[in-house]
């Protein structure tokens, strides 16, 4: 894993924050840095020093995935996090606040008083994993075709009569079966009137003939996931829900051809937003354009009117429209990319074109 030129982005923010190091409490952050994939673990960051802490439970899984030049097994984890730091002679020292509890936080400094500084470290830090490396691409590519081959496999079991959770379950075994280390999120599928919730979660109810089910699901792969919704028509639908799914598929597709490095995220939503807005429906699109994917099913960057980034290349984000109308149903279309120097390249490939299955 490429840990050495990830490590460079942290001395890049160690110099401009004037800090000593950086202190890692969340996971997805200590993984990116040095690989460990346990529950349990800190990462102390340096320009010249990099330190793993775990307690006794993961010191043999640590030994064998961590790249670090220390180890520490700990068995007083901020007590031992603090002597280690004085141990180093660190002073200033910055750290993950999107992780740490106030909690935690009004602890360590107890343990620390006088001797540090503690400055905590929010977008800058987010920032930091938002362009994916080679070595990320390989997982977020295979965790995508992992979708597209579980959708394959369930696509003949969605019909009437069939229940929303049992959809759900056999996404998940399929997805299982086929090297998926677990959900990435619990599942959406939606189905009549139930389609107008965005984050309608598998239900008892039955899929009926003449309704719109939007499915909206993923997988992980050695840590990485993947995110993608279809909408799919169950027979012959009324026309207003061919309308609406004809609007947010052309948003959609809108939205992927601006895709481009440099293109203000803000911008980026826009394209989408305002075409569905012209189209009379503006009201039923509540949620931003899309989201970051990568270590996390959510993270930075945030693609909605209040975006302040840019997209820049090797960001993996989704472009993920949706139309919601209570009473009704709604529709919802993702595909997950990766923004190229000319582009994008799709990662998640389930075709998103208008599809009717065939009931009796």
């Keep these: 894993m490429q840990y050495a030129a990830r490590r460079k982005k942290v001395t890049e923010l160690l ?63 901020l007590k031992h996090i603090v002597e280690e730091i004085r141990a180093q002679g660190y002073q200033r020292v910055g750290f993950d606040s999107a992780s740490l509890t106030v909690a935690v936080f009004d602890e360590i400094k107890l343990i620390s008083g006088d001797t540090i500084e503690w400055f905590p470290l929010g977008e800058p830090l987010r920032t930091i994993r938002s362009s994916k490396d080679s070595d990320e691409l390989v997982p977020l590519k295979q965790a995508a075709q992992l979708n597209q081959k579980a959708f394959e496999q369930v696509l003949p079991s969605i019909k009437p009569g069939v229940s929303e959770r049992t959809i759900a379950l056999e996404l998940e075994c399929a997805l299982k079966k086929l090297g ?47 995110d993608e919704t279809v909408t799919l028509a169950i027979g012959p639908v009324d026309g207003k829900l061919r309308q609406i799914f004809d609007i947010v598929l052309k948003a959609h597709d809108l939205a992927l051809a601006a895709v481009q490095p440099g293109i203000e995220l803000r911008d980026l939503d826009a394209v989408a937003r305002d075409y569905i807005r012209k189209q009379g429906y503006g009201d039923y699109f509540g949620h931003g354009l899309g989201h970051g994917v990568g270590l996390e099913i959510h993270e930075y960057p945030a693609l909605s009117p209040r975006a302040d980034a840019q997209a820049v290349e090797g960001m993996v984000v989704t472009i993920e429209p949706g139309i919601y109308i209570p009473e009704l149903g709604g529709v919802r279309i993702e595909d997950t990319v990766v923004v190229t120097a000319d582009g994008y390249e799709a990662l998640t490939s389930i075709p998103k074109e208008f599809y009717q299955i065939d009931v009796p």
């Design 180 to 226: 998926g280390e677990c959900n990435a999120f619990d599942f959406i599928v939606a189905s009549g009137a139930r389609g107008a919730l965005p984050h309608g979660v598998a239900s008892d109810k039955l899929l009926q003939a003449g309704e719109l089910v939007t499915i909206d699901f993923g997988t992980r792969v050695d840590g990485y996931h993947s």
């Design 15 to 77: 110099i401009e924050q004037k800090l000593d190091a950086l202190l890692l409490f969340g996971l997805p952050m200590i993984r990116y840095f040095c690989g460990f994939t346990g529950t349990d673990g800190v990462l102390l960051l340096s320009q010249n020093q990099s330190t793993f802490l775990t307690d006794s439970r993961y010191q043999t899984q640590s030994a064998q995935e961590v790249t670090a030049e220390k180890k520490i097994c700990y068995s007083n984890k």
